[in-house]
């Protein structure tokens, strides 16, 4: 095809289950998958590691610039303290901006990537040629959130897991700085009451017809024989 790389946006408040979807359908088409949050904790562990204060932009962008998209380690950025940090430095704007320039280099790259996150359709690939907003209610989602805790061994009250969701909600629909929405153009993909393989199968049809409409808009060019 000569249309470019295959750009997925997947969107969603917290544990709306963006990011095993998003894993499974880079494995499934054969791309890159960048779960943009990382981009953010990962900078905050490389400020805490070096001792540096949160507030500090320039050591922010210093850390951000030497990062590696493809090599995030998502098991070690997952611990509560660097979730705390990145939603500090997830406000500084020209961190943000940087990050996201990193984010479309990243999905530029053929023969393209699946990125998930709170602002993928709206601000980082607006031109993705799928994009996705998973969701599902709070109480869904705190179920879920709290039996991942668990299973890795750690403690977890699911009301409290509630509150901290109703939170993290509040303040990424809030912010000033790219919003948590959906952007106009995306499906809505309500997982509340889904399992796992009938989100990706609902998924896969989405982005198969994203891809089927793309091709007729730009059909592959007749080779001269």
């Known amino acids: 095809m000569n249309t470019g790389p295959l750009v997925i946006a997947i969107d969603g408040p917290a544990a709306s ?11 499934h088409y054969g791309l890159r998958h960048l779960d943009t949050g990382l981009t953010y904790r990962a900078v905050a562990a490389a400020l805490a590691e070096a001792g540096s204060d949160f507030t500090d932009e320039s050591a922010a962008q210093t850390a951000a610039a030497t990062l590696d998209l493809a090599t ?15 939603s500090k430095i997830s406000v500084l704007p020209a961190l943000r901006r940087q990050l996201v320039e990193m984010q479309r280099a990243f999905a530029a790259e053929p023969p393209g990537a699946v990125l998930d996150g709170r602002d993928i359709g709206t601000v980082v690939c607006p031109d ?4 996705l907003y998973v969701t599902a209610g709070p109480e869904v989602r705190a179920r ?3 039996a991942e805790m668990r299973e890795c ?7 409290a897991v509630l509150a901290d969701l109703r939170r993290r909600d509040e303040r990424d629909a809030s912010r000033a700085i790219s919003p948590l929405r959906p ?12 399992t796992i393989e009938a989100a990706f199968r609902a998924a896969v049809d989405i982005v198969d017809r994203a891809v089927l409409a793309r091709e007729r808009v730009h059909p592959e060019p007749d080779v001269p024989v």
Do not use: F, Q, V
Not at 20 to 27: F, G, K, P
Not at 128 to 131: D, L, N, S
């Open 17 to 27: 289950g963006k990011g095993t979807l998003a894993r499974r359908l880079a494995a």
């Open 72 to 86: 995030l380690n998502r098991k070690h950025l997952s611990a509560h303290g660097i979730g705390e940090a990145a």
């Open 128 to 131: 993705a040629i799928a994009k």
């Open 144 to 146: 879920r959130r709290t």
């Open 153 to 159: 061994g750690m403690t977890a009250d699911e009301a």
């Open 183 to 194: 952007a106009a153009d995306a499906h809505l993909l309500d997982t509340s009451e889904m």
